[in-house]
C-alpha cells in the first residue's frame, strides 16, 4: 500500500453522498473507494455504455473541521447517445506525481438507470465528486472510465486531464497543513537599512522553528551572510558587515529551518534602505569652561527647585497633591473599527496597509472581512455584518483613487475576492441608509479617501458624514475617530440624503 493511502481513503468516505448537478433531482450518485479493477472487468459485456463527454478539474477549500485541506473538484459530463442506458457507474483515479507522490480511485455509481439520453429539463447529464487531498506544486493525473468498461481488444472509453496544483503563495493552498508547515503563514515584516560599514536587519521570527540564515545578495551573487543563527525572541536585529558601497541595490533573504521542511521552506526578501541620520545638537557654550556654565546653571537650578517646592506646598494646603501624584490617568481601551472598502481597492498595497495604520496611529482595533473567513462562513455574511456593526464603536467607509485599481499582480484570485468585496459593501451602505434618520447611529460612520476619490453617485448618500483625505487629514481623522463621546462627534452639517 502507498504511504498515505488510509488518510486519502478516509478522507474520501467523507464525500460518499456527492449529488450530481443536473436537472433532475432523482438522478445522483453515491461513490466509494476502489482501489483494484471492477468486477465488471471480469466477464464480458454485450452492450457497454459510450466515454465521457467532458472531464474538467479544479481545486476546492475542504469544508469544516478539515478546512486547512485542499481537495480536488472533479466534474464531468455524460455523452448523449442510447448507450447511457448501459451505464451504471464510473470511476475516477488520481496519480500524484512529485515531492508528494499519491494514488487512489474511487468508484460512483448512480443511484437510478438512464432512461433518456437527456435531463427531463434538458441541458447534459453533469455530475460532480469533491474529494482527493492535494499537496502544493504537484502534478496529478486524473483518469476517469464508465463502467461496465469495454471488452478486451475494445477501444478503450477513457478520458484523462492533467492538473497542477499551485505552490503555497496561493490564497487558498497556503492555508492547507503542509504550508503551514512550511512557514506560508508567517510574515516576519523585516526592515533592514544600511549603514556605513554594515546593515542592520530586523525581523519576527516563527513559533515552527529558531535557526535562521540571513542573506544579503544582489542579482549576481552572495555578497555576505550572518551564519545559522539561533533565536529565541519574537523580534531579533542582527548585524551583517556590507560596506555602502557594496550595498546598493542589494536585498536581504530571510532563510528559515524548520523541522518539517529544514532548508526547503518558504523564504522571505525585503528591501535595503539607508539608515537615518541621527544629528546631534551643538551646544552653545561649548566653548565656555564647565566651571564658568556651572556658575551659571545653579542659581537657575535653585530658584527652580525653590518656585516648585513653594507650589508643592500650597497644592499640599488645598489637598490636590495626593490627586497629582498617586492617581494614574486611566488610558482609554482602544475602539473598534469595523473597516468597509470599495471593491475597486486593492486589498494588499491599500487596505492592508490603511488597517496597520489605523492599529498603529490611531489605537483601532480593526474588524476586516477578509481576516474573519471562518466567521462570515459559519455565520452568513449578513449576520456577520449585522453583529459587527453594532459591536463596532465607528464604521469607516474607504474609498480610492482610480491608480489604485488591482491588476493581475495584486491579487491572485482578483475576481473571487472583488466579488466577496463588492457584496460587502452592498449590505454595509445598505445598513448605513437605514440609520440615516436616526443622528446617534449616523456618528459612527466615517468617510476616507486615498487620493483624490471622488463619491460616486450611487454612494451620495455618504456625503452627510464626515469625510477626511489621507494622509492631508491624517490628525483631525484620528482626533474623530477616537472621540467616541457622543457630545464630542463632529456632526455632519445639511439633511440625511435618500439612499
Not at 461513490?31 to 483494484?36: I, L, V
Not at 474573519?372 to 464603536?393: H, P, R
Not at 441608509?433 to 450611487?458: F, H, I, N, P
Not at 464626515?466 to 474623530?480: I, S
Amino acid at each position: 500500500m502507498l504511504p498515505g493511502l488510509p488518510s486519502l481513503l478516509a478522507l474520501s468516505v467523507l464525500w460518499l453522498s456527492s449529488v450530481a448537478r443536473q436537472g433532475s433531482s432523482e438522478q445522483s450518485i453515491k461513490c466509494f473507494p476502489e482501489m483494484g479493477p471492477s468486477k465488471e472487468w471480469i466477464v464480458p459485456n454485450d452492450l457497454t455504455p459510450g466515454g465521457l463527454q467532458t472531464l474538467h478539474v479544479d481545486s476546492v477549500a475542504s469544508p469544516g473541521i478539515y478546512s486547512d485541506t485542499v481537495l480536488l473538484n472533479v466534474s464531468w459530463t455524460l455523452k448523449q447517445d442510447g448507450s447511457i442506458q448501459m451505464l451504471k457507474a464510473t470511476k475516477i483515479c488520481v496519480d500524484g506525481k512529485g515531492q508528494f507522490s499519491s494514488y487512489s480511485c474511487v468508484r460512483c455509481n448512480y443511484t437510478e438507470v438512464f432512461h433518456s439520453q437527456t435531463p427531463p429539463k434538458g441541458n447534459r447529464w453533469e455530475f460532480h465528486y469533491v474529494g482527493f487531498p492535494i499537496k502544493p506544486e504537484t502534478s496529478y493525473f486524473i483518469r476517469a472510465h464508465n463502467i461496465p468498461p469495454a471488452n478486451m481488444n475494445e477501444d478503450t472509453t477513457a478520458i484523462s486531464v492533467k492538473f497542477i496544483s499551485p505552490d503555497c503563495q496561493d490564497p487558498m493552498m497556503k492555508y492547507s497543513k503542509k504550508c503551514q508547515e512550511y512557514g506560508s503563514l508567517w510574515t516576519p515584516n523585516i526592515t533592514a537599512c544600511q549603514k556605513e560599514k554594515s546593515v542592520e536587519v530586523n525581523f519576527s521570527i516563527s513559533s515552527l522553528g529558531f535557526k535562521y540564515l540571513v542573506l544579503i545578495e544582489n542579482d549576481k551573487d552572495v555578497l555576505q551572510d550572518s551564519g545559522i543563527l539561533e533565536l529565541n525572541q519574537s523580534r531579533v536585529s542582527v548585524v551583517i558587515p556590507v560596506t555602502a558601497e557594496e550595498g546598493k541595490g542589494a536585498l536581504v533573504q530571510i532563510i528559515p529551518y524548520f523541522s518539517t521542511c529544514n532548508n526547503d521552506c518558504i523564504r522571505h526578501r525585503g528591501t535595503i534602505f539607508s539608515c537615518p541620520e541621527i544629528i546631534q545638537p551643538e551646544n552653545p557654550n561649548k566653548s565656555q569652561p564647565w566651571k564658568h556654565q556651572m556658575f551659571l546653571i545653579l542659581p537657575t537650578v535653585s530658584v527652580a527647585i525653590w518656585v516648585i517646592a513653594v507650589g508643592l506646598y500650597l497644592l499640599w494646603r488645598h489637598g490636590k497633591v495626593k490627586k497629582i501624584l498617586f492617581q494614574a490617568p486611566k488610558l482609554l481601551p482602544p475602539i473598534k473599527v469595523l473597516l468597509v472598502y470599495h471593491p475597486q481597492a486593492c486589498f494588499y498595497h491599500t487596505v492592508c496597509d490603511f488597517a496597520e495604520y489605523l492599529q498603529d496611529h490611531c489605537r483601532s482595533d480593526i474588524i476586516l472581512d477578509q481576516w474573519q473567513k471562518t466567521k462570515i462562513a459559519e455565520m452568513g455574511l449578513v449576520l456577520w455584518l449585522t453583529t459587527q456593526k453594532k459591536e463596532a464603536d465607528r464604521i469607516v467607509f474607504l474609498f480610492s483613487s482610480r491608480a489604485d485599481t488591482c491588476d493581475s499582480s495584486c491579487h491572485p484570485s482578483l475576481g473571487k475576492h472583488r466579488e466577496s468585496s463588492q457584496d460587502l459593501f452592498a449590505l454595509a451602505f445598505n445598513l448605513f441608509c437605514s440609520d440615516l434618520r436616526s443622528q446617534t447611529s449616523l456618528d459612527k460612520y466615517l468617510v476616507v479617501s486615498l487620493g483624490e476619490a471622488a463619491l460616486a453617485e450611487d454612494y451620495s448618500a455618504l456625503s452627510v458624514c464626515p469625510r477626511y483625505q489621507l494622509m492631508k487629514d491624517a490628525n483631525p481623522f484620528c482626533k474623530n475617530l477616537l472621540a467616541i463621546s457622543p457630545g464630542d462627534l463632529a456632526h455632519a452639517s445639511g439633511s440625511a440624503h435618500p439612499c
